[in-house]
């Protein structure tokens, strides 16, 4: 009976000691949110080149001044204010800019070589703490605008340039008046609008890995639209007046169709999921 006390116990000990990092209590995190403005001159017919955070979203705006208005809300997480006081010395943006390109990167814990550049006796067990940045930014809206983002909402709106989007995941809204536009999207839902028949657009391709993608556009677009589903999805097209192109007959895969008399050339693509072809609301 003795042996098989001592054994008991020794299992419970064991069990409690196995458990034990289970139930200990880690300290509660906590925030501190900062906000970062900087306005620089800026023609139109240049680039801004935006690389978001890992973390956040990018809200990107055409308006009609000559200049470049970054806000940043940047969020940070950690156990200490003293803590909290070490990652705001690293986490945020930094601009280049010449005459014609203005460079908006986001630095932080996230950036190995910049941390080795900056901060080369940074506290390793800062890294790794939870971190955000969400950008509004204010371009001349005649501008050329490259976006490297993580994962994030974003919202482009009233610029008539050469767009390159490269996100990771995102809740995306596009609202095109003109331009070139180039996105790649890895997972989330897309929304792109055209506002109106005076769209002054060039092309559009816009490619999401996985997700929905809903498209708006007007009845009475002059365009070349092609809609494709890769992999597993189905296309739901609710725009009647279009009309095959070229013999193709439209499939729940596959669209190639004129809006009107034709024109501009609009793509989109979709590997897995939805995507829905509708009239622009009003």
């Known amino acids: ?17 196995f458990l034990a990092p289970c139930f200990a209590q880690t300290k509660p995190l906590i925030k501190r949110t900062s906000y970062k403005t900087k306005t620089v001159e800026f023609g139109v017919a ?8 890992p973390q956040g979203s990018i809200t990107v705006e055409g308006w009609g001044k000559n200049a470049v208005e970054i806000t940043a809300e940047v969020e940070m997480q950690a156990e200490t204010e003293a803590d909290l006081t070490e990652l705001a010395k690293v986490n945020g943006f930094a601009i280049d800019d010449d005459l014609n ?28 703490l939870p971190f955000k940045i969400d950008y509004v930014i204010r371009v001349p809206a005649y501008s050329d605008i490259n976006i490297d983002g ?3 909402d974003l919202n482009l709106s009233n610029v008539e340039g050469t767009m390159r989007i490269n996100f990771l995941e995102s809740n ?29 657009g060039r092309s559009v391709d816009v490619q999401l890995a996985s997700g929905t993608m809903i498209v708006q556009l007007p009845l009475n677009l002059n365009a070349n639209i092609d809609g494709e589903i890769l992999r ?6 609710a725009l009647t007046v279009l009309k095959p192109r070229e013999r193709a ?6 669209i190639q169709a004129k809006a009107g008399n034709g024109g501009a050339a609009l793509n989109f ?7 829905k072809l509708m009239e622009t609301q009003k």
């Open 1 to 17: 009976m003795k042996k098989i006390c001592v054994y008991l116990c020794l299992s419970a000990v064991t069990v409690f000691l």
């Open 46 to 53: 240049g680039t801004v080149s935006i690389i978001g955070a």
């Open 101 to 128: 390109h203005i460079r908006i990167t986001s630095v932080g814990t996230h950036d190995k070589n910049y941390l080795k550049r900056v901060a080369k006796k940074f506290p390793k067990r800062l890294l790794g």
């Open 150 to 152: 993580g994962s994030g």
């Open 172 to 200: 995306a809204k596009l609202s095109l008046i003109g331009g070139t536009i180039f996105a790649t999207i890895g997972k989330g839902d897309v929304t792109v609008v055209v506002p109106n028949r005076s769209w002054r």
């Open 232 to 237: 597993d999805g189905r296309i739901e097209n």
């Open 249 to 254: 007959k439209f499939t729940e895969k596959s």
């Open 269 to 275: 693509m979709v590997g897995d999921g939805t995507l």
